[in-house]
């Protein structure tokens, strides 16, 4: 009796020793994380919706409470509401064309053949390669002289363009060039989900008397559908921070016109950099963020919530 | 994975000490450093020739030098002066300046470089004009941008023109007769390379060129001292639009396909241009063999060039002021500033030095030293809103000039001009600058 | 899936991924081409692919007008910095909530979760005066803060963790006497090399692309990195193509031979850890 209590007492001991030493683990490994963290990134977050709230000078920020002014005076601002019309645009058209090649290009790939590592490889060069030589060298293909795409145009009979001249050709210049540099990472993303489809549910199928076609729309893209809706959020949300790409290419005299292509962040950027009207560059932050967070609500509404799911299919095709 | 790690380790400690070697390079002698932020590249050699001779009487003294892109350097001084972590010499104009001496962040000059610029006959009141605020003088001027018609010869020649035009209408009579196009009716070569793209305040900057000689300017001093509107909705206004409108679509002898500005003059690719006098040093660089002339810029309704003048600022980040000022004076001394005409290209601001015989061994240099009194100077207006007034200016032009609807159009343009006036007036009462 | 096709099909099949493959490398031969033509043959009609002279004085002069060697340097330092921070970081964080409980967890996690999907460009103005005040401005410290922590990789690291390492592992370390730092750098951390790899080419990725942030709080050309070095240099040249590719050609060449060589490891990383949710 008196020898388990004592076993029990030193077992007890043990144990909250044990405990104390986690606690004092989990406090001295989180504290210097959470202070970094608070410092990069929440205080950042939070200040920047004060900064909205107020007007400021170059010295000063803050320099007077003006309430949603900076708000109203926004959505009154020709260039911002264009700069939001022009981001739009561009997360649209770069999005759809990246998914909708994408998923054609993991179709035609999702056998594997000889020439596979091939393909993977030289689709996925444009992702891991920076933006700005990306840039530099597509604002040099644009040329309207001396380019290389009005020199391939012309074998068709096409007339010089001036691509990056004219508002809609730039803006069409800078969406051609995004979807080259992004679809290689839609590709392998639906790659990885479409081999991760049990071969025994096209079988059925095919045993059903589908055809290839019918397979396709039928079986695998429903079984996308997640992954699908992942990438598509995923693409928009970065197509909404366009920046490098916008700045190279209407930088200089021949550059881009600077309003056809104009995007949130540029206009941010101008604002806040070049003009110092920190508040009202902080109001137009404000509003790609709540685009950003609607776009984030709609992803986790439409899936169902836990991301967990997309996670094990991402490793699965890492094993 | 032993190895990788090895690997990896090594390349870490390569790495750390080649930054190591890096930094050592660049901050020994660290007790008299002086460091000067230019925004024109081109003005390095400049610097780094006076260091030396610098150093030549204060042997422990070294200069660091840094350009910028001009555009960036605008935004790197908003990052930097407030933040005192701007460089001990700062070579900007008034206008980028304006608003850090607007809200104090600017030393004035010293009291013997204040005697320096003050003397008789130094500098014209033109340059010490720009450089006051309130009475006080902040920099000192170290050289103007001024503008100058570039011609090429043989082109002129090609097409029996003997002399560089006197008027706006003549330059435009001889930029149609100048103009090529291949057998489609593509430009290939543009009369005068107007500036109809492009980003920043660029494009207003050389819209004014035009707008100024038929009579309007961008932005006028309004009843009250100090407050400012737009100069250009007026018929002066709608007929420089109109200029660059009837260039592009009703007689094309410019367009924005074609190559523009320097770099088109220098292939070839257009007769005539308006640019400072940089430019001659850049020719003689990459297109040697270029046959051209300058002039002065033509009349209209009145006659005058554009001067930005360049000042060198000591700022309060300098922990030796008295150093930095006494480095500023140099870089205007004679050989100094000579030495920057002739091999840079920029035009001193001292009237006190005698360039005669550059200009006669570079005889393009003549149209920019051209005086007559008729022949007005104007320039930036030293305000802190004059920057975000040009650039949105720029962006409205840049969109009007693509409008092939303004063509023959006089509703529309003067539309264009008047919206453009009420953006600009906009602007100017959110800086608290407006006044009729 | 097994391939069912006919012949022709197949060669259709491949001829649209072999156009695809050029369309993907063109611009790249294209920047190199450019790279080593002289001034006359850059600006010819019509282009030409291969130049008629070769020539390396673009390189040379690209060297001598900036930097490139120390804007390489500085992208490396940066990058390394920031993965060795990021894994460390999202390793420990991702330990802590994963394996244990303590008051204010919850909040917490949902904290780094809900700031995954913010971009920087969000908070860009603030986090610029926070440097501003500190003086960080202009300092190697400005430059590399924002990356040293990835809200995401505590997350991802989070549920590799659960996933992989059991709670009965920890325990009997414990009762083998281990303290909880050594378990995490002797029991676990050993234990994460997979996804560790994976978030560390992720970040790296990263933080190399950088441009926004470098642009804003660097102001002298001895930290510019690459990308924004490149970024700056094109207003150098007007007229002259030739170095500015050949620029951009020093840009892309260390990536794409690290690229070719951890092909596979890349392409995970790069994808599988970008799947945010």
Known sequence: ?319 | MKIMRKMFLVALVLLVALQMGFANGSSEAKAETLTIWSGYPEMEKFYKQAAERFKETHPNVTVEIVSHPLREFEQKLSATIPSNTVADIIEVSTYANQKFIDAGLMPALSDEVLKFAKADGRYSSFALNNNTTNGVIYGLPLFQGRTALFYNTDMFAEAGLTRAPQTFDEMYQYAKVLAKYDEKGNLTRSGHSLRLSGQGSGVAEKFWFTLYPMGATIIEEGKTPGTYHAAYNNDAGRKALQYYIDAVYKDHWDDQLIKHDTEAFELGQTAMFFRESWVIGDIAAKAPGLNYETAPVPKDARWGRITNVENLYVTKASKNPELAWEFVLSLVDEDNQRWMFENVGWLPCRNDINIADIIERHPQFAAFVYTDPEYEEYGYIPIAAFDEVTTKLAERLVTAFLDSSLNGNSAGIAKTVSDAAAETNEILKRYKLFGE | MKEYSPIWLRILKHGLLLLGCVIMVLPFIWMLSTSLKIPSEVLSWPPQLIPKTFTMQNYVEVFETAPFLKFFLNSLTMSVISTICILLTSTIAGYVFGKFNFPGKNFLFVLTLATSMVPLEVYMIPLYMQMVKLSWVNTFMGLVAPYLIMSYGIFFMRQNIMASIPDDLLDAARIDGAGEARIFFTVVAPMLSGPSGALAIFAFQQTWAAFIWPLIVTSTRDLWTMELGLGMFQYRFTVDLGPINAGSMLSVLPVLIVFLFLRKKIVRGITLTGMKS
């Open chain 1, 1 to 319: 009796m008196n020898r388990n209590n004592a076993n029990a007492i030193t077992l007890r001991r043990r144990m909250n020793e044990t405990e104390r030493k986690k606690r004092i683990f989990v406090y001295c490994s989180i504290l210097p994380v959470i202070a970094i963290f608070a410092f990069v990134r929440i205080i950042p977050i939070f200040k920047n919706f004060v900064y909205s709230l107020f007007e400021s000078t170059v010295v000063n920020p803050m320099q007077e409470f003006v309430g949603l002014k900076n708000f109203v005076d926004l959505f009154r601002d020709p260039l911002f509401l264009l700069s939001l019309r022009n981001t739009s645009i561009f997360a649209l058209f770069v999005t759809v064309f990246s998914v909708v090649l994408a998923v054609l290009l993991a179709a035609l790939l999702v056998n594997q053949s000889k020439l596979s590592p091939l393909y993977e490889t030289l689709y996925f060069l444009p992702v891991i390669t920076p933006m700005v030589p990306v840039a530099v060298v597509w604002k040099w293909i644009y040329d309207p002289t001396y380019g290389l795409l009005n020199y391939i145009l012309s074998w068709f009979g096409i007339q010089p363009i001036g691509w990056l001249v004219y508002p809609n050709t730039a803006m069409v210049a800078i969406i051609i060039m995004s979807v080259w540099k992004i679809v290689g990472y839609n590709m392998i993303i639906f790659l990885v989900g479409m081999r991760d489809i049990p071969e025994t549910y096209i079988e059925a199928a095919r045993i059903d008397g589908a055809s290839t076609n019918q397979v396709f729309w039928k079986v695998i893209i429903p079984l996308l559908k997640p992954i699908l809706l992942f990438v598509f959020v995923i693409s928009t949300i970065n197509s909404f921070n366009v920046f490098t790409q916008v700045f190279v290419m209407t930088s200089g005299a021949q550059g881009a016109p600077g309003n056809a292509v104009r995007t949130i962040v540029f206009d941010i950027y101008e604002n806040g950099f070049r003009y110092f009207r920190t508040g009202y560059a902080a109001a137009e932050a404000v509003v790609l963020f709540a685009i950003i967070l609607l776009l984030t609500f709609i992803q986790f509404g439409i899936s169902g919530g836990s991301g967990d799911k997309k996670i094990k299919i991402g490793k699965g095709g890492a094993n």
